[in-house]
């Protein structure tokens, strides 16, 4: 779609991440030292699991990564061996993965190509089929079309080809921070405020959310601040995956992510953020997919 067509989500949350591109870049959270040093990883859970989606290593296979911001996961998979391709519609994410693949010496096992998600199968036309379909960590929450996501994975995928997927699990997307001045529960295991539920489980309208701040730097200060979300339940992506032709491998659940979703959490010393003292309610959620043939 062109830009001047887009809807007012597409048009709010493009202009919030390409904002937070030079944030993201700066910060101790995207730490790009062990990537630069050829050492690259991911998170644990990934690390954990990717071995089920690429059994016999990672060399040789193509892999496309879905909503990639600045590449750099997307890079972590190129230093060990495959041939890469990231999207992202934020053009100043994708010039910095371009940049920073130039700079590790990956410009030939990679290319960043900048377009909307639901615009992929033309941005980026591949009748060979990638062996990978890679997507985490914040993505679906701002597609409104969840089936047509689906779809589009399984039209990128080659016969046989498996989906990695992992991200906020929906459950957890049902809480936000209680509001200053307002009662609240204390978690069992320490002092912190245990967030409040504020959006139904359900919910099929869009999400207006306007927050300050930011998850790689809680003290950036953000030009553009409202984004629009969307919520998905587990069972409806399950289901939207199984339509468009994959047979689920494996779905978990995870009591940590990547982040620090609510001011509660507590670091558990790997890069993972967890409940503090209780394993209350999921975090996160992956799952590996692979297309049927």
Not at 9 to 25: E, G, I, S, T
Not at 84 to 95: E, I, N
Not at 176 to 181: A, L, M, Q, Y
Not at 228 to 235: A, D, K, S, T, V
Request: with cysteine; proline share 8%.
């Amino acid at each position: 779609m062109a830009q001047t067509d887009e809807p007012e989500w597409a048009r709010l949350n493009r202009a919030h991440w390409d904002a937070v591109v030079p944030v993201h870049v700066a910060s101790d959270f995207y730490d790009l030292t062990p990537l630069r040093e050829g050492r690259g990883r991911l998170y644990p859970i990934e690390e954990a699991e990717l071995g089920r989606i690429a059994p016999d290593g990672w060399e040789g296979l193509r892999v496309l990564h879905l909503q990639c911001h600045f590449g750099a996961d997307t890079l972590v998979l190129a230093q060990r061996g495959a041939a890469v391709v990231g999207l992202d519609f934020s053009m100043p994410a994708v010039k910095q993965a371009r940049a920073i693949a130039d700079e590790l010496g990956l410009g030939d096992r990679s290319r960043f190509v900048c377009a909307d998600l639901y615009d992929a199968r033309h941005a980026l036309p591949d009748p060979e089929g990638f062996d990978v379909v890679f997507t985490t960590w914040g993505t679906i929450g701002w597609l409104p079309d969840i089936a047509e996501w689906a779809r589009i994975i399984a039209w990128f995928l080659k016969p046989g080809g498996r989906l990695y997927f992992a991200d906020g699990h929906p459950s957890a997307f049902v809480f936000d921070e209680v509001p200053e001045g307002a009662p609240a529960a204390l978690l069992d295991g320490g002092p912190a405020l245990f967030p409040a539920p504020r959006f139904s489980y359900f919910e099929t309208a869009p999400l207006e959310i306007d927050e300050a701040g930011d998850y790689a730097d809680p003290d950036a200060e953000l030009a553009i601040t409202r984004t629009i979300e969307f919520m998905h339940p587990l069972g409806q992506t399950l289901t939207a995956l199984i339509d468009a032709g994959l047979t689920l491998d494996f779905v978990h659940e995870h009591d940590a992510v990547p982040y620090r979703m609510f001011e509660a959490l507590e670091p558990r010393g790997d890069g993972l953020w967890q409940w503090p003292g209780t394993r209350w309610l999921p975090l996160g959620m992956s799952l590996g997919a692979t297309r049927r043939g």
